[in-house]
């Protein structure tokens, strides 16, 4: 048995060595080029391939991931711009807004007025119009350099002045007040008088003899001698004029030029009476 399980076993053991012949022999044999062995050849001309398959599919894996970073990083990137854009819109929006109040408050009010002295823009927030009191509430007050006496204007002519001060408000005597007085004149004539308030929304203009020639629409400004307002503000026009002849004076009615009994927007003049003389005694 022995015998006969050797001779079967010895073509294989025969062949095991002539495989490992082989393959020893082409280990160390070499390619034309001479710088491989010819096993290693075969081994890599197989493994090639699929290395180069795999690496190309390692890089594309690669690229993808890489390539969705840097998309996530353009996204957030472009979030980022688009929410700076919505902030500079928005400010210039905002800046145009101001820059347009501004010019309308300024065409309404006429801030270009009177260009030699300084003014403060004011808002109305109530208004008393009774028979014989006539007065407004502003928001500004002796925190923002309002005092007493202080003149109101807006672009179309005087409204009163301030006569009591508050931190943060001030109460404006209109001129249609029947306690109101102003130093008024006839742009045309030139002739002088005083502007009294009368409980009809408007005014009347006092003391101008009855010998002056006076035209329904004439104007009147004022003189700058009042102490309160400075000379050649708009006051009013000529509403009607009636003569007595019993009497040395003119009864004249003014409709005041600035919309007194419904304006909302107006500014306050910063100079004061002792501003006003100085003024006069320069001139």
């Not at 062949?15 to 070499?30: F, I, K, P, T």
């Not at 006429?110 to 006539?134: H, Q, T």
């Not at 101008?208 to 307002?229: F, M, N």
């Not at 910063?270 to 320069?282: G, H, R, S, V």
């Amino acid at each position: 048995m022995s015998t006969n399980t050797a001779q079967h076993k010895a073509p294989l053991l025969l062949g095991l060595l002539l495989l490992l012949q082989v393959l020893l022999m082409s280990w160390n044999a070499r390619t034309q080029a001479g710088d491989q062995s010819v096993l290693r050849a075969w081994v890599m001309a197989v493994i090639t391939p699929v290395a180069k398959g795999t690496g190309w599919t390692i890089d594309r894996v690669t690229g993808f991931f890489d390539g969705f970073a840097e998309l996530r990083h353009a996204r957030d990137e472009n979030v980022q711009l688009k929410i700076e854009i919505e902030r500079l819109t928005q400010e210039r929006d905002e800046a145009v807004e101001k820059a347009a109040v501004k010019n309308n408050l300024e065409a309404e009010l006429g801030l270009r007025l009177l260009p030699r002295f300084r003014s403060l823009a004011a808002s109305v927030v109530s208004r008393n119009i009774a028979v014989w009191f006539r007065r407004l509430t502003i928001d500004r007050g002796s925190m923002d350099g309002i005092k007493k006496d202080m003149p109101v204007l807006t672009s179309s002519g005087i409204v009163g002045r301030v006569i009591e001060v508050g931190p943060n408000s001030s109460f404006v005597q209109l001129i249609t007040d029947r306690y109101a007085g102003v130093g008024a004149m006839l742009q045309q004539s030139r002739e002088m008088g005083e502007i009294r308030g009368q409980e009809n929304s408007r005014c009347e203009m006092k003391a101008v003899a009855a010998s002056v020639d006076v035209q329904v629409g004439d104007k009147i400004i004022t003189t700058g001698l009042d102490g309160i307002y400075p000379k050649g503000l708009p006051v009013g026009t000529v509403e009607s004029v009636e003569n007595d002849a019993n009497a040395p004076w003119k009864k004249i009615l003014v409709k005041p030029s600035a919309p007194v009994d419904r304006v909302e927007h107006v500014f306050v003049l910063l100079i004061e009476p002792k501003d006003l003389k100085a003024l006069e005694a320069f001139k």
